[in-house]
T-cell receptor, first 115, second 113 residues
């Protein structure tokens, strides 16, 4: 069964510093990986996805993610954090069972950017 | 705003009452998903529609839950005889043909007293 793990419940970073939010995956085939962000009392907003191709994926709001097959990781990164980046971040993998393409989410990582 | 809308945004009900939520997808999106998110967890899949056909239901979707998507447009999720354990955020997501990206609505937060 497909799964993702987000080992950190919370990441703290100072504004202007680089940030990394970690995600590891376990899949039976080629992984389709996603990052979403959730602000308080809001739905999820799509940031970026990896399907195939370049291991470095660029997304919205200056975020990027690095796909590493040998380490089965898909970490989210940003060179310079903003206070407005403070939110809950979810990594997800597309499920291969059936034809639904449903997403399987991690438990989320709360990013806190201090001014 | 992703273009996916949900109504209501918040619902408070008493245990045993029935509730119904609505999701309006982006117009050209033929695929529609319902997820449930509880506090401190990521969203969990409930059910999936392709056009008007409900093609998959999770084991999480007990007999008290029913979902419809008449004419392949908006969708409704009904919970009968609500229980306190049903308290959660119910999220709708839609995707267009030929894409893996799902776009989420703002969610309906259900509180069962």
């Amino acid at each position: 069964a497909q799964s993702v793990a987000q080992p950190e419940d919370q990441v703290n970073v100072a504004e202007g510093n680089p940030l990394t939010v970690k995600c590891t995956y376990s899949v039976s085939g080629n992984p389709y990986l996603f990052w979403y962000v959730q602000y308080p009392n809001r739905g999820l907003q799509f940031l970026l996805k990896y399907i195939t191709g370049d291991n470095l994926v660029k997304g919205s709001y200056g975020f990027e993610a690095e796909f590493n097959k040998s380490q089965t990781s898909f970490h989210l990164k940003k060179p310079s954090a903003l206070v407005s980046d403070s939110a809950l971040y979810f990594c997800a993998v597309r499920d291969y069972g059936g034809a639904t393409n449903k997403l399987i989410f991690g438990t989320g990582t709360l990013l806190a950017v201090q001014p | 705003d992703t273009g996916v809308s949900q109504d209501p945004r918040h619902k408070i009900t008493k245990r045993g009452q029935n509730v119904t939520f609505r999701c309006d997808p982006i117009s050209e999106h033929n695929r529609l998903y319902w997820y449930r998110q509880t506090l401190g967890q990521g969203p969990e899949f409930l059910t999936y529609f392709q056009n008007e056909a409900q093609l998959e239901k999770s084991r999480l979707l007990s007999d008290r839950f029913s979902a419809e998507r008449p004419k392949g447009s908006f969708s409704t999720l009904e919970i009968q005889r609500t229980e306190q354990g049903d308290s959660a955020m119910y999220l709708c997501a839609t995707a267009g043909p030929g894409t893996d990206t799902q776009y989420f609505g703002p969610g309906t937060r259900l509180t069962v007293l």
